[in-house]
C-alpha cells in the first residue's frame, strides 16, 4: 500500500496533466475582455511578488486599485512594489507580510490590514507550493494543505466581515480562489488530511486543490443563503510556465522545460481567467462556480458533495482555531 499510495496519485496527476497539455495545444489561452476602471477600489493578492499573482498584481494596479502584495519574503515583495510602481501610475501598491504557513501570520495580518481602515472589494488566494518533500508547517500540519488551503481558509474568515461591508448587492466584493486540474484527480482523506499514514507529494497537492474548490463552493452557499454581497469562485489557470515545477523529479524536470516553451501558459496569460473572475461586469453576482480558460466549467464530482464540503469546513475550522 506504501507504494501504490505513492505511485498512483503520481500516475492520476500526470494523466490529468496530459489532458491539461493537449487542450493547451489545440486551444488559444483567454483574452481578456475590456475591464472597468477600479480607482478607489481595494485588493489581496497573495503570492503577489512573482509569477501569476505578479501579473495579477500589476493589472488591477494599472486598472486604478490599490493593491496590497502578501507574502513572505520581503525583499521579494518591495521589488515587485518598485517594479510595478515603475510600470503604471494609475493605482498603488504596497507590500505587506503574510506567511500562510503560519496560522499567527496569518492573525498577524488581517490585524495589520484591519487597523489600515481600508475596505475591501477583491482577495485574490494565489499564493501556494507544489509537490514539495515531506514537511510540515508551524502548527504541525502537511505543507501544502496548510499553506495552500488551510492558511487561506483562515484568511478568507478573518477579512470576511470586511469584505461583507465593502461589498454593495450591485457591485459584490469577490474571492477568487486559485486551483488546479490536478483536483480532477484527487482523493480527499477527512480521516488524513495531513497524509501521515503515506506522504505523496503529487496526492498531498491536489488535496489540497481540491479542499480550495469545496472550500470555494460552501462559501459561496453561506453568503448567498446570508445575501451578503460577496462572490466567491475558483480558478483554474491551467498550465503556466513558472517556477512550481522545480520541484519535480529530474527525468519530469528534464522534459517539463521544452515542453512548457511550447504548451505551457505565460502568467500574463494564466492570470487572465483571475482577473476575470475578479473584475469582470458579466460575472457581477454569479459565484460559486469553477472557471477555467475565462469559462464556466465542471470541476470534480467529488468537489460537489456537500456533505464532504461540510465535514471538511468543520475540520477546517478546528485545525484553524476559528
Known amino acids: 500500500m506504501g507504494f501504490l499510495?505513492?505511485?498512483?496519485?503520481?500516475?492520476?496527476?500526470?494523466?490529468?496533466?496530459?489532458?491539461?497539455?493537449?487542450y493547451q495545444l489545440f486551444n488559444r489561452s483567454f483574452t481578456l475582455p475590456a475591464l472597468p476602471k477600479q480607482n478607489?477600489?481595494?485588493?489581496?493578492?497573495t503570492g503577489g511578488a512573482r509569477g501569476m499573482g505578479y501579473e495579477v498584481a500589476r493589472r488591477l494596479t494599472d486598472l486604478g486599485m490599490h493593491v496590497i502584495i502578501a507574502g513572505n519574503v520581503e525583499e521579494e515583495g518591495l521589488e515587485a512594489v518598485t517594479k510595478i510602481r515603475g510600470q503604471t501610475k494609475e493605482g498603488k501598491v504596497e507590500f505587506l507580510f503574510l506567511d500562510l504557513s503560519s496560522l499567527h501570520s496569518v492573525r498577524q495580518f488581517a490585524q495589520r490590514f484591519k487597523a489600515t481602515g481600508l475596505p475591501l472589494h477583491v482577495l485574490v488566494n494565489n499564493a501556494g507550493v507544489m509537490m514539495v518533500p515531506e514537511s510540515q508547517t508551524e502548527?504541525?500540519?502537511?505543507?501544502?494543505?496548510?499553506?495552500?488551503?488551510?492558511?487561506?481558509?483562515l484568511l478568507t474568515h478573518l477579512l470576511l466581515d470586511t469584505l461583507k461591508r465593502s461589498g454593495h448587492h450591485d457591485n459584490h466584493?469577490?474571492?477568487?480562489?486559485?486551483t488546479s486540474a490536478t483536483h480532477y484527480?484527487?482523493?480527499?482523506?477527512?480521516?488524513?488530511?495531513?497524509?501521515?499514514?503515506?506522504?505523496?507529494?503529487h496526492g498531498a497537492y491536489a488535496q489540497s486543490k481540491l479542499a480550495l474548490v469545496m472550500f470555494t463552493y460552501a462559501l459561496h452557499e453561506q453568503l448567498s443563503a446570508g445575501v451578503f454581497p460577496v462572490s466567491a469562485s475558483a480558478v483554474d489557470p491551467g498550465m503556466v510556465d513558472?517556477?512550481?515545477?522545480?520541484?519535480?523529479?529530474s527525468p519530469a524536470q528534464v522534459l517539463q522545460r521544452p515542453v512548457a516553451k511550447l504548451l505551457f501558459r505565460t502568467p500574463a496569460e494564466g492570470a487572465s481567467t483571475a482577473l476575470y473572475a475578479a473584475l469582470a461586469t458579466e460575472l457581477e453576482g454569479v459565484g460559486g462556480c469553477y472557471?477555467?480558460?475565462?469559462?464556466?466549467?465542471?470541476?470534480?464530482?467529488?468537489?460537489?458533495d456537500q456533505e464532504l464540503q461540510a465535514q471538511l469546513w468543520r475540520q477546517s475550522c478546528s485545525l484553524a482555531g476559528i
Open 242 to 249: 513558472t517556477d512550481l515545477y522545480q520541484n519535480l523529479c
Open 139 to 153: 502548527d504541525g500540519y502537511e505543507l501544502q494543505f496548510g499553506l495552500n488551503f488551510l492558511g487561506h481558509f
Open 40 to 45: 478607489g477600489r481595494v485588493a489581496i493578492v
Open 173 to 178: 466584493s469577490r474571492i477568487v480562489n486559485m
Open 185 to 201: 484527480g484527487a482523493c480527499l482523506n477527512l480521516d488524513d488530511l495531513q497524509s501521515r499514514s503515506c506522504y505523496s507529494s
Open 5 to 22: 499510495g505513492v505511485l498512483l496519485p503520481m500516475i492520476r496527476l500526470y494523466l490529468v496533466g496530459v489532458r491539461v497539455l493537449l
Open 291 to 304: 472557471l477555467y480558460n475565462g469559462r464556466r466549467a465542471a470541476s470534480s464530482e467529488t468537489s460537489y
